[in-house]
């Protein structure tokens, strides 16, 4: 039987830095041929990709992950080496013990009890793992995906192993996540001096006038399963060292977080909207990152929050909140959920897991296999 703990342990001891992996995946790959699965190694770039699937028919779950972590910053400042692995406390430390190498090893550890208690069960189970999600996501579970889908691995269902709790486990699970476009907007003037105004043109003001009405406009009210969209700026940028220079152009970045009553283009024809309604002097470059996805609450969303339920007693709220993960590439094929431990110290300096609660989504994802294949 695999050991949540030892494998979490063992993952995090491969101090696999985006998109470095350092045995990680093959760690992966030698535990789950040991519990039936046949693994397919899928290289893209510079990124080491993993996919492994046990049995051939359907219904098909689906568990997608990442090993790969984000820079361990000021290494003096953890308590513990962050790629030690170290049990203090009650928590298991280290960087990506949260993020999401515990999750990955509680899933592993669930589905070796449910295949040792259920050998000949129906269907398939497979995981997608990936060593991009944490950087550019351009060679990671996007191209998985699609090999998957060329060579008949597409799966019914999927549950993302992303630390989903706020604070405690059966705190929420998420069905979804806002969409990301982000914009420079650039504002032309004529360069001169101060004391003669009249023979130059400041941008500042305008490029003022134009925030403003960016920020003073209420682009909604939110929709059945997401807050209101929000557009924050985020940076302003003169270019101008001189206190008696009137600038030639002024320049600001912003970023809307929005909810499933946009698309990339209908938001963008709003935003030159509102723009346009100040005046015609600007340009704009619009940067899309994340679309914007929900998995509608139904069958799979029922069974993975009753398994929550039935584990931890709480009835967890469906969640849109947060950033961005891969589980925005599983929505274009099957119904995606994520559920994992608590984000609360993920990114973070000393960022550790409760034993205890890597117990318990051992248990939760163990009730998911149950509920999906044995009904």
């Not at 972590?69 to 400042?77: A, C, I, L, R, Y």
């Not at 060579?151 to 709790?165: A, F, K, L, Q, R």
Request: hydrophobic share 40%.
């Amino acid at each position: 039987m695999t050991d949540a703990l030892a494998l979490a342990r063992d993952l995090i001891r491969c101090p696999s830095i985006t998109p470095k992996d350092e045995g990680a995946q093959d760690l992966l790959s030698r535990t789950l041929g040991g519990l039936g699965f046949t693994c397919t190694n899928l290289p893209f770039g510079d990124v080491k990709n993993l996919f492994a699937r046990r049995g051939t028919d359907g219904p098909h779950l689906c568990f997608a992950g990442h090993t790969d972590v984000v820079p361990v910053g000021d290494e003096k400042s953890w308590s513990h080496s962050p790629f030690g692995g170290t049990v203090a406390d009650g928590k298991l430390y280290g960087r990506g013990a949260a993020d999401m190498k515990g999750n990955i090893a509680a899933f592993i550890a669930a589905t070796a009890t449910f295949v040792h208690n259920n050998p000949d069960h129906k269907g398939s189970i497979s995981l997608l793992i990936t060593g991009d999600e944490e950087g550019p996501a351009v060679n990671g579970t996007v191209r998985v995906l699609e090999w998957m889908a060329k060579n008949g691995h597409t799966p019914d269902v999927c549950i993302v192993g992303e630390p989903s709790n706020p604070k405690e486990m059966g705190d929420e699970i998420k069905i979804g996540r806002r969409g990301s476009l982000s914009a420079t907007l650039t504002v032309h003037g004529k360069q001169g001096h101060v004391a003669y105004p009249h023979l130059a043109d400041n941008p500042v003001p305008k490029l003022a006038h134009y925030l403003v009405a960016l920020s003073d406009t209420v682009l909604d009210v939110g929709s059945a399963h997401f807050p209101a969209t929000s557009l924050q700026v985020t940076n302003v940028d003169i270019g101008n060292t001189a206190e008696n220079v009137i600038p030639a152009r002024a320049t600001a970045m912003f970023n809307v977080r929005f909810n499933d009553r946009w698309d990339f283009e209908t938001l963008e024809n709003k935003i030159r909207s509102i723009l346009d309604r100040v005046g015609p002097d600007y340009d704009i470059v619009f940067r899309r990152g994340a679309h914007v996805f929900i998995t509608a609450p139904g069958e799979w969303t029922g069974l993975v929050r009753q398994a929550v339920t039935d584990i931890t007693g709480k009835t967890p709220a469906m969640s849109t909140a947060g950033g961005t993960s891969d589980a925005r590439f599983v929505s274009q094929y099957c119904p995606v959920v994520e559920c994992g431990l608590i984000n609360e110290t993920i990114h973070q300096v000393d960022e550790h897991v409760r034993i205890t609660d890597l117990e318990t989504l051992t248990a939760i994802y163990g009730r998911v296999l149950e509920k999906y294949f044995l009904r």
